[in-house]
């Protein structure tokens, strides 16, 4: 199965042609056409998206907690597969909490960089295989019943299940679990 590339539908969807006025003389008649302007390029970076997002909020407060901030702030460009608060309260009871710890910093931080892969990766442009993530592990993709699934180092698997939220240094797509590095 393909990623939907949601950017380009709603490009389709929301450009038109506008129709200037016509008119005439005695000898011709003139119709101006121009077309729309196209939508905006997206003005929010991916750490701000994140923040506005509800759905997020624990992956924020352990953005923040790990000191990745910045580099979500930066200039990118970013892929970033962003796990929801339903798939953070999905891991076993308390990890999240000792993640969050002063002295835990290193490994939430590799965590977090595991869900980063260099580039704007669109939907339309994963394919099935492996993408190296910023962590410097691989992930692999495929599809199963029709979803797209990613599986991380030790076997967890996570379904995309929204794509291509643009940020302007990158885009999000949104995962149902926390993906694990191998080490």
Do not use: W
Not at 23 to 31: D, E, F, G, L, P
Not at 38 to 58: H, M, V, Y
Not at 124 to 147: R, Y
């Amino acid at each position: 199965m393909k990623f939907r590339n949601a950017a380009v539908a709603l490009a389709v969807a929301t450009a038109g042609l506008t129709l200037g006025a016509c008119s005439s003389n005695s000898a011709s008649s003139t119709t101006t056409t121009t077309m729309a302007p196209a939508p905006a390029p997206a003005s929010k970076t991916i750490a701000e998206i994140a923040s506005a997002n509800p759905d997020f909020s624990t992956l924020v407060t352990a953005v923040k907690a790990a000191g990745l901030v910045d580099t979500l702030n930066g200039t990118g460009p970013y892929t970033v597969f962003a796990p929801t608060n339903a798939a953070f309260a999905a891991l076993p009871a308390g990890t999240v909490e000792t993640l969050l710890k002063p002295e835990n910093k290193a490994t939430l931080t590799k965590i977090l960089t595991y869900h980063v892969v260099a580039g704007k990766k669109m939907a339309a442009d994963i394919m099935p295989g492996t993408l190296t993530t910023a962590q410097g592990g691989t992930i692999t993709v495929s599809t199963e019943n029709g979803k797209v699934i990613l599986t991380d180092g030790k076997g967890g698997k996570a379904t995309v299940t929204k794509t291509d939220i643009e940020a302007s240094n990158g885009v999000i797509h949104v995962i149902d679990a926390v993906l694990q590095p191998a080490s």
